[in-house]
């Protein structure tokens, strides 16, 4: 069974979970932006690309998220979350694996054996980044769909060359980069610097007791980032991972004494309460936490309030109107509607109005009620046609409304206006010469 008292195994637990979640989100659809479709997946809901503005507030959640986490827990996502550190890691261990199976040793051996062992690791590590490439490819392309391709061979270049270009890169990384990338070119990494503060959780050697160090060296040599904790806990190489406070334990309990190497809210670490035991020790920690709670539940209100249906209409702005069989006025529209409903959905739609009768107005189209898909959209030629007599000449206002006969809470309309003739003896004008034509 697996012990759960040094922060390496706490550590892994955490890794298998947040890389299957990682490997999993795209194929819940919890969070994915569908380029095929310009669309986005955001937990229930599916955002429309027109909804940008959505979409830029989502992003923002995302990163207040962020903010708040890695002002109060520092670099914890880098060394427990983040998927460069998982591979780095597998990657060591598989290293160690594949030379205990064929008895080579952990240092040295025959060319022959460096080159079979390079061998598995080259291919392994090939297979492990098409993976990855897949997977972040799913984020913006179905992934079912591409599996189903895949099985099918008939996936398209550039899904299959985004899938390759980022298996590459990762290869690259695996293979060369490794520590390098998340020290020298993470963005995130960078970005810590300018958020943590004085209070901010840190991995802290307690130099008051210095004199206690029996200097074995355990946490460098345990250190994946190659670094002496020792000198400084505000290094940019540390990611906060813990394995040098389990090194320093495990050395110094052998002799009775307590670690020298603690995770801590910054320096003093003197927070008793339950709250300031999470971190939450100062004002400023509170606001942020306050802000990003109401901001959440305001942003997921708004998405749970749109209306599933979206309709736009534009009118024919070259013919205004016609006069059609039994002096009944036409006008001509486009109309745009989309189903962002997760359901399908039957829409009817009608003309409604506030100020007017509507009952003689009728609605002339192919389809209507119209069958849309979940997530469908559909461009329609319809034409609106009156008799007149409830309308003044010139534009009028009026609305198109579409209803899903399936849940007639889900309805929506767009303003349209609807062009009568000027006068009455314009009318009768245009309604001679076309009688004559
Ligand atoms: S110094 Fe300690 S916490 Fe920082 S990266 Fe090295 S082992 Fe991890
Ligand atoms: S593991 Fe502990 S005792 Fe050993 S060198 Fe590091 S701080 Fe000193």
């Given at each position: 069974m697996l012990s759960l008292t040094t922060y390496r195994s706490k550590r892994r637990i955490i890794q298998v979970v947040s890389t299957i979640v990682i490997i999993l989100l795209p194929f819940l659809s919890v969070l994915r932006l569908d380029i095929p479709t310009l669309r986005i997946y955001f937990l229930n809901s599916v955002l429309w690309i027109d909804e940008f503005y959505l979409l830029f507030l989502v992003i923002m959640l995302i990163l207040w998220i962020i903010i708040i986490f890695s002002m109060l827990y520092g670099r914890v996502w880098c060394g427990w979350m983040c998927p460069q550190t998982v591979l780095n890691e597998l990657e060591r261990w598989f290293e160690k694996w594949i030379k205990r199976r064929l008895r080579?040793?952990?240092?040295?051996?025959?060319w022959f054996q460096r080159a079979v062992t390079y061998f598995i690791l080259t291919i392994s590590i090939g297979l492990v980044s098409l993976s990855i490439g897949f997977n972040l490819v799913a984020y913006f392309v179905d992934p079912y769909r591409m599996l189903f391709e895949i099985a099918r061979g008939t996936l398209g270049t550039v899904e299959a060359g985004f899938i390759i270009g980022v298996a590459i890169l990762v290869w690259i990384d695996i293979i060369f980069w490794r520590e390098k990338f998340c020290i020298k070119a993470c963005p995130y990494g960078m970005m810590q610097i300018a958020i943590t503060d004085l209070h901010t959780q840190i991995v802290r050697y307690q130099t008051e007791r210095n004199d206690e160090c029996i200097n074995c060296k355990a946490c460098i040599r345990d250190c994946m980032m190659k670094i002496d904790i020792r000198t400084s806990p505000y290094q940019t190489e540390c990611i906060h991972c813990g394995d040098c406070v389990d090194s320093c334990v495990r050395i110094l309990s052998r002799l009775n004494k307590p670690t020298l190497i603690a995770f801590s809210w910054g320096e003093k670490n003197k927070q008793n309460r339950w709250y300031e035991k999470l971190g939450f020790v100062d004002a400023k920690r509170w606001i942020v936490l306050c802000l990003t709670v109401v901001y959440a539940v305001g942003l997921m209100t708004v998405i749970e309030l749109r209306q599933p249906v979206s309709i736009t209409a534009s009118g024919d702005r070259f013919t205004l109107y016609r006069i059609g069989s039994e002096d009944r006025i036409y006008n001509d529209y486009a109309v745009k509607i989309s189903n962002r409903c997760l359901d399908e959905a039957v829409f009817n739609l009608a003309v409604t109005s506030e100020d007017v009768q509507t009952n003689d107005f009728k609605l002339h189209t192919i389809e209507n009620p119209l069958s849309l898909k979940s997530n469908q959209a559909q461009t329609l030629k319809i034409s609106i046609s009156t008799d007149g007599r409830n309308l003044h000449p010139g534009p009028n206002r009026l609305y198109l409304t579409a209803t899903n006969l399936i849940d007639k809470k889900v309805k929506t309309e767009t303003e349209i206006v609807f062009f009568m003739p000027e006068s009455n003896s314009n009318f009768m004008n245009t309604k001679s010469s076309l009688n004559k034509n």
């Open positions: 080579i040793p952990t240092k040295g051996g025959s």
